[in-house]
């Protein structure tokens, strides 16, 4: 068995989804079907059932699967050992906007007990580079929102959260249970500064111009609302100031947790990144 074979198994039984998985494995559906089927074929055995209401393992390839998730662990330190001894084991990592979320503990937490000899280095970024460095070499990886110009990286969604507008808590809009981009367009926005983005800009605009303050960081989002009774758009699920309150918008896109990377880098110590942070991510 091919490493490589593993690896798809193992996507698409962490999915149970075929499409999903050719999604996270940046490949077309046909050519993953294929080497499942081959694999069932080189193993003797069914590897998953399938039927309308969707995919599942069977008996062998949940055997399987714990026996694939050993092997490519494996093979991921034994990579890991011969980059130390070629002096190459450490690995940049870009956040955006700081790292409280609690999966990012659960992330540092497993990715530090699976390569305890791995230098990491992490490089806190603000709102202007959704790519926290990554286009630009600064970075190797880095875990931030979507969406933006992908052009050249590789992107692997981790969750997706529902946006809210937040405003002031004594703002008479703060008391709705929701709101919709409408009921804003009279509003000034935080704004973050010329040559940011495009994609991301119009994004956080809720796809349309707008005018307000230019900001970096999330805090400085934070005191524009405080201090001018601007609005802007925010991932829910975060804790605010008591000062300030956070309404969800029934008319705008989730916003995407991913991890990023450039396109074609096959340091092993960025795939195993991705692939720890989508279990932390899952819980």
């Known amino acids: ?94 956040i955006l906007g700081g790292g409280t979320d609690p999966a990012v503990t659960r992330l540092a937490a497993a990715y530090r007990r699976r390569h305890p000899g791995v230098d990491i280095r992490v490089r806190d970024t603000d709102l202007t580079d959704p790519t926290c460095g990554v286009r630009a070499g600064l970075v190797d990886i880095a875990l931030t929102r979507a969406p933006f110009d992908e052009t050249a990286l590789a992107v692997r969604a981790l969750r997706t959260d529902p946006v809210g507008v937040v405003m002031r808590a004594d703002d008479p809009l703060a008391r709705r249970d929701r709101l919709r981009l409408a009921d804003l367009g009279d509003r000034r926005w935080f704004q973050f500064p010329p040559g940011t983005d495009p994609v991301w800009q119009s994004f956080w605009n809720g796809g349309m111009p707008r005018e307000g303050p230019e900001v970096r960081a999330v805090q400085e989002c934070l005191q524009a609302v405080l201090w001018n009774g601007t609005v802007g758009l925010a991932p829910l699920g975060h804790d605010l100031p008591a000062e300030l309150a956070v309404v969800p918008l029934t008319d705008m896109a989730p916003s995407r947790v991913v991890v990023v990377w450039n396109e074609g880098d096959t340091n092993p110590l960025i795939r195993s990144f991705t692939e720890i942070a989508t279990t932390a991510y899952r819980h």
């Open 1 to 94: 068995m091919e490493l490589r074979t593993l690896r798809y198994f193992v996507a698409v039984a962490e999915e149970l989804h075929f499409g999903r998985a050719a999604t996270r494995l940046h490949m077309s559906q046909p050519p993953l079907s294929r080497a499942i089927k081959q694999l069932e074929t080189d193993v003797g055995a069914l590897l998953f059932t399938r039927s309308p209401a969707g995919v599942t393992l069977t008996a062998v390839g949940a055997v399987l699967l714990d026996e694939a998730r050993a092997l490519l662990d494996q093979a991921d330190r034994v990579r890991v050992r011969v980059s130390a001894a070629a002096g190459a084991a450490a690995i940049t990592v870009g």
